[in-house]
């Protein structure tokens, strides 16, 4: 049975940080296309990031560069987003996603692409 968890959301002011965290179980992340996805009531969900995990090559999304940092444990099996200078339009409810992946160049925020998914991890950013 395959299962991704988020976990590390919370209530912070802007500049502050706070650290995500996807553990998967089920299911090996190796050689994998790891998302993080953004979503707000109303709104569609964003991509904001993704890892490919052989490798540990990134991208970002404009609104998060410089901001925001994706990295990951093998050993745990589980995947990071660091988030710093956090800012009140970072408020969502944060997804990690995954799906297998053949190399960085087929690893992109793309969210038709991913079939697991976690439940969801809740980021509040006000003042």
């Known amino acids: 049975q395959v299962q991704l968890v988020e976990s590390g959301g919370g209530s912070v002011q802007p500049g502050g940080s706070l650290r995500l965290s996807c553990a998967a179980s089920?299911?090996?992340?190796?050689?994998?296309?790891v998302g993080w996805f953004r979503q707000v009531p109303g709104k569609e969900r964003e991509g904001i990031g993704t890892?490919?995990?052989?490798?540990?090559?990134?991208k970002y999304a404009d609104s998060v560069k410089g901001r925001f940092t994706i990295s990951q444990d093998n050993d745990k099996n589980t995947v990071y987003l660091q988030m710093d200078s956090l800012k009140v339009e970072d408020t969502g409810m944060y997804y990690c996603?995954?799906?297998?992946?053949?190399?960085?160049?087929?690893?992109?925020?793309?969210?038709?692409?991913?079939?697991?998914w976690g439940q969801g991890t809740q980021v509040t950013v006000s003042s």
């Open positions: 996603a995954a799906r297998r992946a053949l190399a960085a160049w087929d690893c992109s925020a793309v969210e038709a692409d991913f079939g697991y």
């Open positions: 089920g299911y090996g992340l190796s050689r994998n296309c």
């Open positions: 890892i490919f995990t052989f490798g540990g090559v990134t």
